[in-house]
Structures are given as structure tokens and as C-alpha cells.
């Protein structure tokens, strides 16, 4: 593994192992909870994730072949891969770490309204949807594209939360993840454009 990701997971995991013995198992409690109405809310919000992350690149190049836009195809193309490499880095961090659920950790203060069995760091759900928010975002850098793609992005990190499957920590995690792969992609997408351009006009 690359030693700068290796070291970025280290110092991950290092600040979520701090917060978890105090801060972190403090606030998820606050918003765990007993059972109530808003459980169904919180887990359609969570469990339909995945239909938004999916549906983003899918319409952003449907949209570029609609208006003919090579822009609106690469960054679907661009959202798409920011995907896939969250998807890596979760899968990765998940396996070197191997975090227990908090449910499973702490069944006494805990309350669990789903029961998933891989491990908790860091959040997969969270990270989705941030890479998903963050490539619309710099695909359309306008505030009605912002501001309703990161309150997505958020709402899915607190129904993790709120289910009780996941700790703060996991969630900030997920995001710097999620976010993190989006921005990368993005560069890697703009240097590839712009190494073409020159071979484009010479032509």
C-alpha cells in the first residue's frame, strides 16, 4: 500500500480509537436512541443511498449526450471513478483495521436498528455519498448543485449514526474518504484533459 495512504489510515484510526473510549461514544450515543417513529426515515435515507450515489454519474453523462456536452460526460465518467475508489479505500481501511461495530461493542448503551456484519471503519454509506457530493459539486460549482448534495451527504452520515451502526469518528472518516477520492479524481481527470489538449491543437 502507498505509505502516504498507509499513514492517513493510521492517523484515521488513531484519532477514532481516541474519541471512541470518551467523545465519540458520548455523541452516538446522543444520537442513537431508543427505537422510535423516525427510525423508518432514517433507514430509507440510508438504505436509498446507494440509488443516489449511482444515479449521479449515470444522469451527468446522460445529460452530456443530451446536450451534447463532452464536459457534463467526463464528469460523470469523473464521478464514476471517485466511486470506485472509495469504494477500494473503504474496503482497504475496513480490513486493515477490522473496527467492531459500536452495537456490537457496546450493546448495553447502544441501541442497533440494523444489524451489518462487516467492520465499522470507516463508513462506506458516508463515504459514497461524500465522493458522490463532492463531484457534483466541482462538476457544477453552483450553490443549488452544493449546498442540497452535501446535506445529502450529511443526512446519510447521521442516519449511520442514528442507526447505531457506526461511531462520529467512522463517519468523519468516511467523508475525508469520500470527499478525498472525489478531489483526487477530479485532478487526475483535469491533468488528463489538459495533456491532451496541446496533442489536440497540434493535430
Same mark, same amino acid.
Given at each position: 500500500?502507498?505509505?502516504?495512504?498507509?499513514?492517513?489510515?493510521?492517523?484515521?484510526?488513531?484519532?477514532?480509537?481516541?474519541? /471512541?473510549?470518551?467523545?465519540?461514544?458520548?455523541?452516538?450515543?446522543?444520537?442513537?436512541?431508543?427505537?422510535?417513529?423516525?427510525? =423508518?426515515?432514517?433507514?430509507?435515507?440510508?438504505?436509498?443511498?446507494?440509488?443516489?450515489?449511482?444515479?449521479?454519474?449515470?444522469?451527468?453523462?446522460? /445529460?452530456? %449526450?443530451?446536450?451534447?456536452?463532452?464536459?457534463?460526460?467526463?464528469?460523470?465518467?469523473?464521478?464514476?471513478?471517485?466511486?470506485?475508489?472509495?469504494?477500494?479505500?473503504?474496503?482497504?481501511?475496513?480490513?486493515?483495521?477490522?473496527?467492531?461495530?459500536?452495537?456490537?461493542?457496546?450493546?448495553?448503551?447502544?441501541?442497533? =436498528?440494523?444489524?451489518?456484519?462487516?467492520?465499522?471503519?470507516?463508513?462506506?454509506?458516508?463515504?459514497?455519498?461524500?465522493?458522490?457530493?463532492?463531484?457534483?459539486?466541482?462538476?457544477?460549482?453552483?450553490? %443549488?448543485?452544493?449546498?442540497?448534495?452535501?446535506?445529502?451527504?450529511?443526512?446519510?452520515? %447521521?442516519?449511520?449514526?442514528?442507526?447505531?451502526?457506526? %461511531?462520529?469518528?467512522?463517519?468523519?472518516?468516511?467523508?475525508?474518504?469520500?470527499?478525498?477520492? /472525489?478531489?483526487?479524481?477530479?485532478?487526475?481527470?483535469?491533468?488528463?484533459?489538459?495533456?491532451?489538449?496541446?496533442?489536440?491543437?497540434?493535430?
Amino acid at each position: 500500500m502507498n505509505k502516504k495512504i498507509r499513514i492517513t489510515f493510521l492517523a484515521l484510526f488513531f484519532a477514532s480509537g481516541l474519541f /471512541a473510549q470518551g467523545i465519540d461514544l458520548s455523541l452516538l450515543k446522543s444520537i442513537n436512541g431508543p427505537p422510535s417513529g423516525a427510525d =423508518k426515515t432514517w433507514k430509507f435515507i440510508s438504505n436509498k443511498a446507494i440509488v443516489v450515489d449511482i444515479a449521479a454519474p449515470v444522469s451527468l453523462v446522460v /445529460a452530456g %449526450y443530451i446536450n451534447n456536452d463532452d464536459n457534463l460526460k467526463i464528469s460523470g465518467l469523473q464521478t464514476a471513478a471517485s466511486f470506485i475508489v472509495a469504494g477500494g479505500a473503504t474496503f482497504v481501511g475496513k480490513k486493515i483495521f477490522n473496527r467492531d461495530r459500536p452495537f456490537i461493542t457496546h450493546p448495553d448503551v447502544i441501541y442497533a =436498528k440494523e444489524h451489518p456484519t462487516d467492520a465499522s471503519f470507516p463508513s462506506g454509506h458516508t463515504a459514497f455519498a461524500f465522493s458522490t457530493a463532492t463531484s457534483l459539486s466541482l462538476a457544477i460549482p453552483k450553490w %443549488y448543485v452544493i449546498v442540497p448534495s452535501f446535506a445529502y451527504a450529511s443526512a446519510v452520515g %447521521y442516519s449511520r449514526m442514528y442507526l447505531g451502526v457506526h %461511531y462520529p469518528s467512522d463517519v468523519l472518516a468516511g467523508a475525508v474518504v469520500g470527499a478525498g477520492s /472525489a478531489y483526487l479524481t477530479w485532478k487526475l481527470q483535469k491533468w488528463i484533459v489538459g495533456k491532451k489538449k496541446p496533442r489536440d491543437i497540434a493535430h
